[in-house]
Protein backbone atom coordinates (compact mmCIF):
# COMPACT_ATOMS: atom_id res chain seq x y z
CA UNK A 1 0.00 0.00 0.00
CA UNK A 2 1.58 3.29 -1.00
CA UNK A 3 1.48 5.47 1.91
CA UNK A 4 0.87 9.42 1.34
CA UNK A 5 2.24 12.32 3.63
CA UNK A 6 0.89 15.55 3.80
CA UNK A 7 2.87 18.67 4.90
CA UNK A 8 2.43 20.69 7.12
CA UNK A 9 -0.39 19.56 9.12
CA UNK A 10 -1.64 22.68 10.01
CA UNK A 11 -0.86 25.71 7.30
CA UNK A 12 -1.94 29.56 9.00
CA UNK A 13 -1.89 31.93 6.36
CA UNK A 14 -3.90 35.35 5.97
CA UNK A 15 -6.35 36.30 2.78
CA UNK A 16 -4.48 37.32 -0.25
CA UNK A 17 -1.34 34.95 0.57
CA UNK A 18 0.43 32.14 -1.04
CA UNK A 19 -0.48 28.57 0.33
CA UNK A 20 1.86 25.64 -0.47
CA UNK A 21 0.94 22.45 0.24
CA UNK A 22 3.03 19.26 -0.05
CA UNK A 23 1.97 15.66 -0.91
CA UNK A 24 4.68 13.06 -0.44
CA UNK A 25 4.20 9.15 -1.85
CA UNK A 26 6.25 6.20 0.16
CA UNK A 27 6.75 4.97 -3.49
CA UNK A 28 6.72 6.61 -6.98
CA UNK A 29 3.10 7.61 -8.24
CA UNK A 30 2.13 7.76 -11.57
CA UNK A 31 1.14 11.53 -12.29
CA UNK A 32 -2.09 10.45 -13.77
CA UNK A 33 -3.19 9.53 -10.49
CA UNK A 34 -2.96 11.83 -8.08
CA UNK A 35 -5.83 13.95 -7.36
CA UNK A 36 -6.18 16.85 -4.82
CA UNK A 37 -9.61 17.66 -2.39
CA UNK A 38 -11.30 20.05 -0.34
CA UNK A 39 -13.27 19.39 2.57
CA UNK A 40 -15.16 21.87 4.66
CA UNK A 41 -16.98 21.43 7.80
CA UNK A 42 -19.86 19.34 7.52
CA UNK A 43 -19.51 19.03 4.00
CA UNK A 44 -18.60 15.94 1.71
CA UNK A 45 -14.87 16.54 -0.57
CA UNK A 46 -14.79 18.26 -3.50
CA UNK A 47 -12.52 17.30 -6.22
CA UNK A 48 -10.05 20.24 -7.09
CA UNK A 49 -7.10 18.43 -9.13
CA UNK A 50 -6.84 15.14 -11.28
CA UNK A 51 -4.05 13.81 -13.12
CA UNK A 52 -1.53 16.00 -10.52
CA UNK A 53 -2.04 19.34 -12.30
CA UNK A 54 -5.73 19.30 -14.14
CA UNK A 55 -8.22 21.42 -12.50
CA UNK A 56 -11.55 19.71 -12.40
CA UNK A 57 -14.68 21.52 -13.87
CA UNK A 58 -15.52 24.48 -12.05
CA UNK A 59 -12.53 25.17 -9.96
CA UNK A 60 -11.09 28.55 -10.08
CA UNK A 61 -7.72 29.24 -11.61
CA UNK A 62 -6.40 30.40 -8.27
CA UNK A 63 -5.66 26.58 -7.60
CA UNK A 64 -2.98 24.55 -9.33
CA UNK A 65 -1.00 21.42 -8.94
CA UNK A 66 1.92 20.37 -9.99
CA UNK A 67 5.04 17.34 -9.21
CA UNK A 68 5.54 13.80 -9.98
CA UNK A 69 7.50 10.93 -8.96
CA UNK A 70 7.10 11.26 -5.23
CA UNK A 71 6.27 14.71 -4.43
CA UNK A 72 3.40 16.23 -5.52
CA UNK A 73 2.10 20.62 -4.53
CA UNK A 74 -1.07 21.97 -4.00
CA UNK A 75 -0.57 25.81 -4.55
CA UNK A 76 -3.55 28.32 -3.82
CA UNK A 77 -2.26 31.53 -5.53
CA UNK A 78 -3.70 34.38 -3.71
CA UNK A 79 -6.05 32.95 -0.84
CA UNK A 80 -9.81 33.72 -0.54
CA UNK A 81 -12.03 33.49 2.68
CA UNK A 82 -13.94 30.37 1.40
CA UNK A 83 -10.67 28.56 0.72
CA UNK A 84 -9.64 27.81 4.33
CA UNK A 85 -10.65 24.22 4.66
CA UNK A 86 -8.91 20.69 4.61
CA UNK A 87 -6.95 19.67 1.63
CA UNK A 88 -6.69 15.83 1.26
CA UNK A 89 -4.20 14.37 -1.65
CA UNK A 90 -5.24 10.93 -2.77
CA UNK A 91 -3.18 8.33 -5.39
CA UNK A 92 -4.33 5.40 -6.74
CA UNK A 93 -1.85 2.00 -6.92
CA UNK A 94 -2.13 -1.41 -7.51
CA UNK A 95 -5.98 -1.36 -7.78
CA UNK A 96 -6.23 0.48 -4.65
CA UNK A 97 -6.81 4.40 -3.54
CA UNK A 98 -5.19 5.77 -0.52
CA UNK A 99 -5.37 9.37 1.49
CA UNK A 100 -2.99 11.47 2.79
CA UNK A 101 -4.29 12.59 6.25
CA UNK A 102 -4.79 15.94 5.59
CA UNK A 103 -3.16 19.19 5.86
CA UNK A 104 -6.19 22.28 7.71
CA UNK A 105 -5.43 25.88 6.22
CA UNK A 106 -6.93 27.91 8.50
CA UNK A 107 -6.55 31.90 8.70
CA UNK A 108 -3.85 33.67 10.24
CA UNK B 1 -27.89 17.29 -12.69
CA UNK B 2 -25.41 15.12 -11.96
CA UNK B 3 -25.42 13.63 -8.13
CA UNK B 4 -25.57 10.88 -5.68
CA UNK B 5 -28.38 10.65 -3.25
CA UNK B 6 -27.25 8.00 -0.31
CA UNK B 7 -29.68 6.44 2.38
CA UNK B 8 -30.56 8.07 6.08
CA UNK B 9 -28.68 7.57 9.72
CA UNK B 10 -28.32 4.31 10.60
CA UNK B 11 -28.25 2.74 14.35
CA UNK B 12 -26.44 -0.73 15.03
CA UNK B 13 -25.47 -2.87 17.93
CA UNK B 14 -21.74 -4.20 18.18
CA UNK B 15 -21.05 -7.25 15.74
CA UNK B 16 -24.37 -6.41 13.59
CA UNK B 17 -24.09 -5.04 9.45
CA UNK B 18 -24.97 -1.93 7.96
CA UNK B 19 -25.87 -1.51 4.26
CA UNK B 20 -25.81 2.21 2.29
CA UNK B 21 -27.23 2.43 -0.63
CA UNK B 22 -25.83 5.32 -3.19
CA UNK B 23 -28.66 6.30 -5.79
CA UNK B 24 -26.74 7.98 -9.00
CA UNK B 25 -28.85 10.15 -11.75
CA UNK B 26 -28.07 12.69 -14.12
CA UNK B 27 -24.90 10.25 -15.59
CA UNK B 28 -24.42 7.00 -17.32
CA UNK B 29 -24.20 4.63 -14.05
CA UNK B 30 -22.89 1.83 -15.80
CA UNK B 31 -19.62 3.54 -17.18
CA UNK B 32 -19.01 5.05 -14.01
CA UNK B 33 -16.86 3.48 -11.28
CA UNK B 34 -17.86 4.14 -6.86
CA UNK B 35 -15.47 4.46 -4.36
CA UNK B 36 -16.56 4.58 -0.24
CA UNK B 37 -15.08 6.39 2.03
CA UNK B 38 -15.48 6.81 5.88
CA UNK B 39 -14.82 9.83 8.31
CA UNK B 40 -14.75 9.73 11.87
CA UNK B 41 -15.66 12.62 13.94
CA UNK B 42 -12.86 15.11 13.24
CA UNK B 43 -10.53 12.60 11.60
CA UNK B 44 -9.50 12.17 8.53
CA UNK B 45 -10.43 10.46 5.63
CA UNK B 46 -10.31 6.89 5.12
CA UNK B 47 -10.61 4.66 1.89
CA UNK B 48 -12.61 1.62 2.01
CA UNK B 49 -13.07 0.32 -1.28
CA UNK B 50 -14.41 0.71 -5.07
CA UNK B 51 -16.51 -0.81 -7.47
CA UNK B 52 -16.35 -0.67 -11.75
CA UNK B 53 -20.31 -0.63 -12.22
CA UNK B 54 -19.80 -1.52 -15.82
CA UNK B 55 -18.19 -5.30 -14.53
CA UNK B 56 -18.62 -5.10 -11.44
CA UNK B 57 -14.94 -5.43 -10.53
CA UNK B 58 -14.31 -4.70 -7.12
CA UNK B 59 -11.35 -3.41 -4.66
CA UNK B 60 -11.20 -3.16 -0.04
CA UNK B 61 -8.47 -1.76 1.33
CA UNK B 62 -7.00 -4.33 3.40
CA UNK B 63 -7.75 -3.07 6.21
CA UNK B 64 -11.86 -3.78 5.48
CA UNK B 65 -11.12 -6.73 3.12
CA UNK B 66 -12.68 -9.36 6.03
CA UNK B 67 -15.65 -7.62 6.45
CA UNK B 68 -17.12 -5.28 3.85
CA UNK B 69 -18.47 -5.84 0.25
CA UNK B 70 -19.43 -3.87 -2.32
CA UNK B 71 -21.99 -4.36 -5.13
CA UNK B 72 -24.33 -2.24 -7.28
CA UNK B 73 -27.49 -2.70 -9.11
CA UNK B 74 -27.54 -1.20 -12.78
CA UNK B 75 -31.28 -1.58 -12.83
CA UNK B 76 -31.77 1.11 -10.50
CA UNK B 77 -28.52 2.91 -10.68
CA UNK B 78 -27.69 1.82 -6.88
CA UNK B 79 -24.42 0.97 -5.52
CA UNK B 80 -23.84 -0.58 -1.96
CA UNK B 81 -21.66 -0.89 0.67
CA UNK B 82 -21.74 -3.89 3.30
CA UNK B 83 -20.09 -3.33 6.44
CA UNK B 84 -20.41 -6.56 8.46
CA UNK B 85 -19.02 -7.25 12.43
CA UNK B 86 -19.32 -3.53 13.18
CA UNK B 87 -17.70 -1.89 16.62
CA UNK B 88 -17.84 1.58 18.03
CA UNK B 89 -14.82 2.72 15.76
CA UNK B 90 -16.94 1.96 12.93
CA UNK B 91 -18.89 4.74 14.10
CA UNK B 92 -18.38 7.63 11.38
CA UNK B 93 -20.18 9.28 7.83
CA UNK B 94 -19.63 7.00 5.36
CA UNK B 95 -19.44 8.62 1.72
CA UNK B 96 -20.30 7.24 -1.81
CA UNK B 97 -18.34 9.23 -4.81
CA UNK B 98 -18.67 8.13 -8.81
CA UNK B 99 -15.69 8.89 -11.10
CA UNK B 100 -17.80 9.82 -14.37
CA UNK B 101 -14.64 9.51 -16.85
CA UNK B 102 -13.32 6.83 -16.71
CA UNK B 103 -10.51 6.45 -16.34
CA UNK B 104 -9.25 9.24 -14.64
CA UNK B 105 -8.35 7.98 -11.36
CA UNK B 106 -10.62 10.71 -9.33
CA UNK B 107 -13.93 11.23 -8.25
CA UNK B 108 -16.20 14.04 -9.01
CA UNK B 109 -19.48 13.96 -7.69
CA UNK B 110 -20.17 13.00 -4.11
CA UNK B 111 -23.16 11.43 -1.95
CA UNK B 112 -24.06 13.40 1.11
CA UNK B 113 -22.92 11.21 3.38
CA UNK B 114 -24.09 8.57 5.94
CA UNK B 115 -23.97 8.74 9.31
CA UNK B 116 -23.32 5.20 10.79
CA UNK B 117 -23.67 5.05 14.97
CA UNK B 118 -22.52 1.93 16.23
CA UNK B 119 -23.64 1.78 19.85
CA UNK B 120 -24.93 -1.07 22.52
Known amino acids: EIVLTQSPGTLSLSPGERATLSCRAS???????LAWYQQKPGQAPRLLIYGASSRATGIPDRFSGSGSGTDFTLTISRLEPEDFAVYYCQQYGNSLYTFGQGTKLEIK | QMQLMQSGPEVKKPGTSVKVSCKAS????????VQWVRQARGQRLEWIGWIVVGSGNTNYAQKFQERVTITRDMSTSTAYMELSGLRSEDTAVYYC?????????????WGQGALVTVSS
Open chain 1, 27 to 33: QSVSSSY
Open chain 2, 97 to 109: AAEIQLPRYSFDY
Open chain 2, 26 to 33: GFTFSSSA
